[in-house]
């Protein structure tokens, strides 16, 4: 059973900078593909950010509105996986989740994510 622990929420002014860290434990953290979701109040869950597991191609995909903005990278010996986000608008405030599947492909489709972790709220002032 693996679990995700977020932390690195907080409240920034536009413009500013976060950085997301999702701890996982309790499985085979470098084999599987690890993303990001968010959901924003009154909106519908949204795909931010996925990286396959990185023993298969190391493909990384990002929604359009991120691109250039957001940054996604995983630390395999410390089982952490990260989201780097700059130049933050107030339309990326969401609570933002952390995900893991137990395939090693990633996929923007929530349905594709096993694991879940309880989210970290992200709040951009304008």
């Known amino acids: 059973q693996v679990q995700l622990v977020e932390s690195g929420g907080g409240l920034v002014q536009a413009g500013g900078s976060l950085r997301l860290s999702c701890a996982a434990s309790g499985g085979a953290f470098r084999r599987v593909a690890l993303g990001w979701f968010r959901q924003g109040l009154g909106k519908e869950r949204e795909f931010v950010a996925a990286k396959d597991g990185d023993w298969l191609r190391r493909t990384t995909y990002y929604v359009d509105s991120v691109k250039g903005r957001f940054t996604i990278s995983r630390d395999n010996a410390k089982n952490v996986v990260y989201l780097q986000m700059n130049s933050l608008k107030p339309e990326d405030t969401a609570v933002y989740y952390c995900?893991?599947?137990?395939?090693?492909?990633?996929?923007?489709?929530?349905?594709?994510?096993?694991?879940w972790g309880q989210g970290t709220q992200v709040t951009v002032s304008a």
């Open positions: 995900v893991a599947s137990r395939s090693s492909t990633s996929s923007r489709d929530p349905g594709q994510y096993d694991y």
